[in-house]
């Protein structure tokens, strides 16, 4: 029998030749009068993993929400996929989402649902097949190392299956970006470590353009200096001190960007504020 997948549209011409995402001249304020972020401008190329840093309250949620269209900025352009998400109609950014996976922060699933319901949430609104949703469902959840969970609630797991149970559900599209809202928040060093290694096992397996928060700067250097051993399914370090070329960094003070550029760039940055944050 035939499967069914939910659509996605082909990439433009234009889509293919410019970035995933560009933010130009963006700014946001809400009622305090202080710009939460001020004239941002920065993009993110096709197969980028954009990790972004910064003191709490300096924006990072919101620049996400922006990426995801669930904001409106007070002013400045922002395309993803090559269509200004700002000019674009309600129901039309509700189509571009169906191209982004989002990890909420703290998970965000619904209690009322088992493991599968929540996962296949976004193929239940497609209107997937049961039959060719539960595989789907089952794949994912391989992948992310919990087989065992599908009938289970939320209530009934640990915080990190939680964590792992929100990457399986923003992933089961086959999204072209990912959005992850600091996914090890909260989360003790092992369990962090283990949605490192998933994000790492989901950009090398699936070379996803993704922009990812987080306040950890040890698993933001993790992301950067390890890979996906295929082999022996597993995290490692590249070798020989290498640093993931997909990798680039994003870091907000006071809602203005005060770095943007490679891993080497940012920790060789002469920038006294730098420094001291990442000290």
Known sequence: MATTTVPQPEPTT??????????????????????????????VERGQQLIILGPAGTGKSVLLKLVDGLLQPDSGSIHVFGEDIVAMRERDRFKLRARIGMVFQESALFDSLNVEDNVAYRLNEGRVPLEESHKRVEEVL?????????????????????????????????????????PTGGLDPITSTTIVELVVKQRDVSHTTALLITHRLQDAFT????????????MEPIPNGGIDPSTRFLVLNEGKIVFEGSTQELVHSPDPWLKQYLS
């Open 223 to 234: 992301l950067a200096t390890h890979q996906w051993n295929f082999e022996e399914n597993k």
């Open 14 to 43: 234009d889509e293919r030749r410019g970035p995933v995402v560009a933010f130009k001249n963006v700014s946001i304020t809400f009622d305090s009068g202080k710009p939460v972020l001020d004239d941002l401008s920065f993009s």
């Open 142 to 182: 391989n992948f992310v190392a919990l087989p065992g969970a599908i009938a289970k609630f939320p209530s009934e797991l640990s915080g990190g299956m939680r964590r792992r149970v929100s990457i399986a559900r923003a992933i089961i599209t086959k999204p072209d970006l990912i959005l992850y809202d600091s």
